[in-house]
């Protein structure tokens, strides 16, 4: 048994003994607690205390005694909830209702240790909370000390533990939580963040109080209806602002979680001050500075991705954010660097910013950063980032043909070698943004056997889905846009028909459209070089499955069946292209691989299921499904 035990045990049992006037004893219970001691001595000493009956010897004191004695009762509790293991007996003895009682009491000093002993009770104790949510069944208001003790007159200190309580007892508990709310908590916490700015600790355990609150999901609607938010902006520009600004941006970067807050902080002058406290940190190495940097930048960025803060900051290129987040592309210092890109990419979310920043020659800026860290593997934050941002500056079609003068298909290209999935999946998006409309691009790509032969690879990605979809599109993309011969024979040599003919079982409808396209192009231009991979892919079952599952979309329909139509149209209407194959193939010696595949479909049950389609609902799907049909019996006819 340790030293710290054996005192506590002993002094519990002379608890016991003068249980008539305990008061001795408890001063020396509560100075063995207050003294510096280790913190593992101390709990298994307390801990061993319980065992022995302690909290029920409390208890019995706490309901037969004085005033002056049932405060040091209270304040011993209070640290006794210090002890993790200690705070479930102290509710299952029934010492919540006695506190809750005592928050009502005249003595401050009374109220204060309540609220301290609750407090340290309900810290991380469900139990604990339930318990005061079933107790307090007047409603009495968790916050009631500020109001019966003079609001915010009254001493800082005893203030605090009013806010201790309302943290530690409230915290991850929804009934309590809307109770406060209800009760009118955000209103109590504005109030002390405007009076007591001076007082920093009492300041900040109100800013701990608003931190617990927006967590949870009750006090969205409360907190963007109260003056709460726009107080705590305000504190950024007070004299006494710096002291919180870590507190501060950690808040807000929280609540712009919320669209609607971030819309709200959006209107505000929070923008300017995170400028502010950037160029006031801005060259220092300390980790202090170094951290306000990160937070600001990160908070400015949360709220860019808001539709009213990128156009508030944007100022049709004269607001200061973004005239700061051009300057930073050129900073030394990265974390700059990686916020002005992010914030273009936000900024390129909106069509006409994006031709102001490809008029200001924000792109080519982009090119040289993404030059300067090309070889760097550990920068591929930086280049998903700028990656990102091309891909938003290249939707705009007018923009395509700047961004290709650029050079922003060579320069992008230079990470195709690059092994992270992320990176892949948004220079695929780049460059499939870039050929959409674009002939030229289209072909560069689309008739280069190293890169044609990388793209087909990371069709075949299984570990990403988003590479795999983004480089079919881009695959699909590339046959839709080049329509050139010599670009499907390369996807044909590249092994690029199956993703293809995968891609027209995708499970989003804009996929299946862009492959089915991309297969009636190479059907009606190539037939001969595509039939056997086609075959091979199991085209047919593609193509009976979908015309045959009643829930296919008409759209998905009538592209089905065009491209069956297509293909079975190419074949009857063309001969073998040499007098050689006419020969390999009357002599037996190689198989007519397009009629093949077109006898396949003939007798695969598709004819028959067009037959269902002609008397479909829909007239573009009846109409496809008749087109199809009167070449299906043409062929018969003529046999």
Same mark, same amino acid.
């Given at each position: 048994?340790?030293?710290?035990?054996?005192?506590?045990?002993?002094?519990?049992?002379?608890?016991?003994?003068?249980?008539?006037?305990?008061?001795?004893?408890?001063?020396?219970?509560?100075?063995?607690?207050?003294?510096?001691?280790?913190?593992?001595?101390?709990?298994?000493?307390?801990?061993?205390?319980?065992?022995?009956?302690?909290?029920?010897?409390?208890?019995?004191?706490?309901?037969?005694?004085?005033?002056?004695?049932?405060?040091?009762?209270?304040?011993?509790?209070?640290?006794?909830?210090?002890?993790?293991?200690?705070?479930?007996?102290?509710?299952?003895?029934?010492?919540?209702?006695?506190?809750?009682?005592?928050?009502?009491?005249?003595?401050?000093?009374?109220?204060?240790?309540?609220?301290?002993?609750?407090?340290?009770?309900?810290?991380?104790?469900?139990?604990?909370?339930?318990?005061?949510?079933?107790?307090?069944?007047?409603?009495?208001?968790?916050?009631?000390?500020?109001?019966?003790?003079?609001?915010?007159?009254?001493?800082?200190?005893?203030?605090?533990?009013?806010?201790?309580?309302?943290?530690?007892?409230?915290?991850?508990?929804?009934?309590?939580?809307?109770?406060?709310?209800?009760?009118?908590?955000?209103?109590?916490?504005?109030?002390?963040?405007?009076?007591?700015?001076?007082?920093?600790?009492?300041?900040?355990?109100?800013?701990?109080?608003?931190?617990?609150?927006?967590?949870?999901?009750?006090?969205?609607?409360?907190?963007?209806?109260?003056?709460?938010?726009?107080?705590?902006?305000?504190?950024?520009?007070?004299?006494?602002?710096?002291?919180?600004?870590?507190?501060?941006?950690?808040?807000?970067?929280?609540?712009?979680?919320?669209?609607?807050?971030?819309?709200?902080?959006?209107?505000?002058?929070?923008?300017?001050?995170?400028?502010?406290?950037?160029?006031?940190?801005?060259?220092?190495?300390?980790?202090?500075?170094?951290?306000?940097?990160?937070?600001?930048?990160?908070?400015?960025?949360?709220?860019?991705?808001?539709?009213?803060?990128?156009?508030?900051?944007?100022?049709?290129?004269?607001?200061?954010?973004?005239?700061?987040?051009?300057?930073?592309?050129?900073?030394?210092?990265?974390?700059?660097?990686?916020?002005?890109?992010?914030?273009?990419?936000?900024?390129?979310?909106?069509?006409?910013?994006?031709?102001?920043?490809?008029?200001?020659?924000?792109?080519?800026?982009?090119?040289?950063?993404?030059?300067?860290?090309?070889?760097?593997?550990?920068?591929?934050?930086?280049?998903?980032?700028?990656?990102?941002?091309?891909?938003?500056?290249?939707?705009?079609?007018?923009?395509?043909?700047?961004?290709?003068?650029?050079?922003?298909?060579?320069?992008?290209?230079?990470?195709?070698?690059?092994?992270?999935?992320?990176?892949?999946?948004?220079?695929?998006?780049?460059?499939?943004?870039?050929?959409?409309?674009?002939?030229?691009?289209?072909?560069?790509?689309?008739?280069?056997?190293?890169?044609?032969?990388?793209?087909?690879?990371?069709?075949?990605?299984?570990?990403?889905?988003?590479?795999?979809?983004?480089?079919?599109?881009?695959?699909?993309?590339?046959?839709?846009?080049?329509?050139?011969?010599?670009?499907?024979?390369?996807?044909?040599?590249?092994?690029?028909?199956?993703?293809?003919?995968?891609?027209?079982?995708?499970?989003?409808?804009?996929?299946?459209?862009?492959?089915?396209?991309?297969?009636?192009?190479?059907?009606?231009?190539?037939?001969?070089?595509?039939?056997?991979?086609?075959?091979?892919?199991?085209?047919?079952?593609?193509?009976?499955? #979908?015309?045959?599952?009643?829930?296919?979309?008409?759209?998905?329909?009538?592209?089905?069946?065009?491209?069956?139509?297509? #293909?079975?149209?190419?074949?009857?209407?063309?001969?073998?292209?040499?007098?050689?194959?006419?020969?390999?193939?009357?002599?037996?010696?190689?198989?007519?691989?397009?009629?093949?595949?077109?006898?396949?479909?003939?007798?695969?049950?598709?004819?028959?299921?067009?037959?269902?389609?002609?008397?479909?609902?829909?007239?573009?799907?009846?109409?496809?499904?008749?087109?199809?049909?009167?070449?299906?019996?043409?062929?018969?006819?003529?046999?």
């Amino acid at each position: 048994m340790s030293e710290e035990t054996e005192d506590i045990l002993n002094m519990v049992e002379s608890l016991r003994v003068t249980s008539d006037e305990p008061e001795k004893c408890l001063d020396r219970i509560l100075k063995f607690l207050l003294i510096e001691q280790d913190e593992e001595d101390l709990d298994q000493a307390l801990e061993a205390a319980v065992e022995k009956g302690m909290l029920g010897d409390l208890y019995d004191i706490m309901t037969h005694t004085s005033n002056g004695t049932l405060c040091k009762v209270i304040q011993i509790l209070a640290e006794l909830g210090k002890t993790e293991s200690i705070r479930e007996p102290c509710v299952i003895q029934g010492f919540i209702p006695i506190l809750l009682q005592q928050l009502k009491s005249d003595d401050i000093t009374m109220a204060t240790q309540a609220c301290r002993a609750l407090g340290n009770i309900c810290f991380e104790n469900d139990l604990g909370r339930n318990a005061v949510d079933e107790n307090d069944f007047k409603g009495i208001l968790l916050f009631l000390p500020f109001q019966t003790w003079g609001g915010r007159h009254t001493a800082p200190q005893t203030i605090a533990c009013g806010f201790l309580i309302l943290l530690n007892v409230t915290n991850t508990h929804d009934g309590l939580m809307q109770k406060a709310v209800d009760g009118g908590a955000l209103d109590v916490l504005d109030e002390y963040i405007r009076y007591h700015q001076e007082d920093h600790g009492l300041c900040n355990m109100v800013l701990l109080t608003v931190g617990s609150f927006i967590d949870s999901e009750i006090c969205r609607q409360k907190f963007s209806e109260s003056s709460l938010l726009s107080t705590i902006v305000r504190l950024l520009d007070t004299h006494a602002g710096e002291v919180y600004q870590e507190t501060v941006l950690d808040l807000l970067i929280n609540l712009s979680e919320w669209d609607e807050v971030k819309d709200l902080l959006a209107e505000t002058s929070l923008s300017n001050n995170l400028i502010q406290i950037i160029q006031v940190n801005q060259g220092k190495l300390d980790p202090e500075s170094q951290q306000l940097i990160k937070m600001a930048s990160d908070l400015l960025i949360l709220l860019l991705t808001g539709d009213k803060g990128a156009e508030a900051m944007f100022a049709n290129g004269e607001g200061p954010v973004f005239v700061e987040s051009v300057k930073w592309l050129e900073d030394e210092d990265s974390r700059l660097q990686m916020a002005a890109v992010l914030a273009i990419g936000n900024f390129a979310r909106n069509d006409n910013h994006c031709q102001r920043l490809v008029e200001e020659g924000i792109v080519e800026q982009l090119l040289e950063l993404l030059k300067s860290h090309r070889d760097h593997e550990a920068d591929m934050t930086l280049h998903h980032a700028i990656l990102s941002a091309l891909r938003n500056l290249a939707i705009p079609a007018r923009n395509k043909p700047a961004l290709l003068m650029a050079g922003v298909l060579e320069t992008v290209l230079l990470l195709m070698s690059s092994e992270t999935m992320a990176v892949v999946f948004k220079l695929l998006g780049v460059l499939r943004m870039l050929v959409d409309g674009q002939e030229t691009a289209a072909l560069q790509l689309g008739t280069d056997r190293l890169f044609m032969d990388r793209l087909v690879g990371w069709c075949e990605v299984d570990e990403h889905a988003g590479v795999q979809g983004e480089g079919t599109r881009l695959l699909a993309s590339l046959v839709k846009n080049g329509r050139s011969v010599e670009l499907m024979r390369n996807v044909i040599k590249c092994q690029g028909i199956p993703p293809l003919v995968a891609m027209v079982s995708s499970e989003h409808l804009v996929m299946q459209n862009e492959a089915l396209v991309a297969l009636t192009l190479i059907c009606s231009t190539v037939l001969d070089e595509a039939a056997l991979p086609l075959k091979q892919s199991e085209l047919t079952e593609t193509i009976s499955s #979908l015309l045959g599952n009643k829930s296919t979309l008409p759209e998905i329909l009538c592209n089905t069946l065009t491209l069956t139509k297509t #293909l079975c149209n190419a074949v009857s209407q063309s001969s073998p292209n040499t007098l050689s194959c006419k020969l390999l193939v009357c002599a037996g010696r190689a198989t007519d691989i397009p009629q093949s595949l077109r006898d396949e479909i003939m007798t695969s049950g598709i004819p028959d299921i067009a037959r269902q389609l002609s008397s479909h609902e829909e007239e573009k799907v009846r109409e496809a499904a008749n087109t199809f049909l009167a070449i299906f019996d043409d062929t018969t006819l003529e046999r």
